[in-house]
């Protein structure tokens, strides 16, 4: 298999007129003259295109990049690598049991298999893995310094992956230059994936962030295509068939918008309802995965029940930081807690007070608690 290795990571940066002017030569394919020894360019037609060659080609796609990019290898170092850090039999077990007791939000709907399967895992297993269940696992597994390394990726995507954190990008990238260097004392050589976690952030920064730039939506839509396909006969023809029933039914059927905040699961003992919809993928309702959610001023609550006019629910008495290096968790509003059910008075809060959804996962007897990405606000407060 074929590795592309660069022994420097930081380096000049190309531009487009260098790139148009032939200036990398490496980049163009050559064809000989006939009846000659010499050779010519091949000009690519995407030269005519009036777009920059270098900055409008993103390489920042979570998916490919962070998820089954970097994530994964970073786990296959520990799983299966030839370095002093790889994980034992017994050592790999334990973390598959921990994985396989972990119970997530209803917004994730891929729960992350046992650490044994991860040459089968899929992109949003990874992804899982990386934003929200890794930092509860990987501290009991890894060594100070591979921990803290693991913090700066999962810091810096995490900054990467919402507007709202859009003035933390600088560190961001001081992060993801951190954790570049390390891996390269850890474990070696830095191939395409590692190097192309440096151009991260800018992208971000000309793009949005990294769900707005990801290929989720073209993969997802990709297998609708595909399972229109029922035979090898004329594939293309089904698609288009297929795609014109759909375009037809929509137009025909009313689409109703629908109205924040949901109520549902009413209660007529109670006059209250178990569950409510505040926007699109965010939803709370009275079970451990699901109640959790911050406020403006940083509270951490347990949702009971919902109204028209708010929610009722508890916050929780005890919960700290979970760490303070690279940088400190309460910036990106990351927190843990060793009594998830000790809680102050129960009162009602309006529904403009709450912040975002968190996610949270118990691991022995510590539970962390993580923003839903998609949930927070678009801009930074």
Same mark, same amino acid.
């Given at each position: 298999m074929r590795t592309n290795v660069f022994p420097q990571t930081f380096a000049p940066q190309r531009t487009d007129k260098?790139?148009?002017?032939?200036?990398?030569?490496?980049?163009?394919? +050559?064809?000989? @003259?006939?009846?000659?020894?010499?050779?010519?360019?091949?000009? &690519?037609?995407? /030269? +005519?295109?009036? @777009?920059?060659?270098?900055?409008?080609?993103?390489?920042?796609? &979570?998916?490919? /990049?962070?998820?089954?990019?970097?994530?994964?290898k970073l786990l296959k170092n520990y799983t299966v690598g030839n370095n002093g850090k790889r994980w034992n039999s017994y050592e790999k077990s334990m973390i598959s049991s921990k994985l396989n007791c972990i119970r997530l939000p209803i917004e994730i709907h891929r729960a992350v298999r046992s650490i044994e399967s991860l040459s089968h895992w899929k992109a949003t297993e990874c992804a899982t893995f990386l934003h929200y269940v890794g930092i509860s696992l990987l501290d009991q597994s890894l060594d100070s310094e591979h921990f803290e390394n693991s913090l700066c990726l999962f810091c810096a995507t995490t900054i990467c992956s919402s507007d709202n954190y859009h003035d933390l990008l600088g560190v961001a990238q001081t992060m993801f230059e951190k954790f570049i260097i390390n891996y390269e004392s850890f474990f070696g050589s830095i191939t395409s994936n590692l190097h192309n976690l440096v151009h991260v952030v800018e992208?971000?920064?000309?793009?949005?962030?990294?769900?707005?730039?990801?290929?989720?939506?073209?993969?997802?839509?990709?297998?609708?295509?595909?399972?229109?396909?029922?035979?090898?006969?004329?594939?293309?023809?089904?698609?288009?068939?297929?795609?014109?029933?759909?375009?037809?039914?929509k137009s025909s059927s009313k689409i109703s918008q629908e109205q924040y905040p949901m109520l549902s699961c009413f209660d007529a003992k109670s006059v209250y309802y178990e569950r409510v919809k505040l926007a699109t993928g965010f939803t709370l309702r009275n079970r451990f995965e699901d109640q959790w959610f911050l406020t403006d001023d940083q509270s951490i609550i347990a949702f009971k029940n919902a109204s028209k006019i708010g929610i009722v629910g508890s916050k929780l008495a005890e919960y700290t930081y979970l760490f303070e290096t690279p940088m400190c968790s309460k910036i990106i509003r990351t927190y843990k807690s060793y009594n998830v059910s000790r809680f102050e008075e129960e009162k009602l809060y309006c529904y403009e007070s709450v912040f975002c959804k968190l996610v949270a996962v118990t691991v022995d007897k510590r539970t962390t608690f993580t923003p839903l990405l998609h949930t927070l606000p678009k801009c930074s407060q």
């Open positions: 260098d790139f148009r002017d032939g200036l990398y030569e490496e980049h163009y394919q +050559k064809k000989r @003259i006939a009846g000659s020894n010499q050779t010519v360019k091949i000009s &690519s037609p995407i /030269l +005519k295109l009036p @777009i920059d060659m270098i900055e409008d080609f993103i390489v920042a796609d &979570s998916l490919h /990049l962070l998820h089954l990019g970097v994530m994964k992208e971000v920064k000309r793009f949005g962030s990294l769900p707005s730039i990801s290929s989720y939506p073209f993969e997802n839509y990709l297998y609708k295509i595909k399972q229109m396909v029922r035979s090898g006969k004329l594939p293309l023809n089904q698609i288009i068939n297929r795609l014109s029933e759909q375009n037809s039914l």
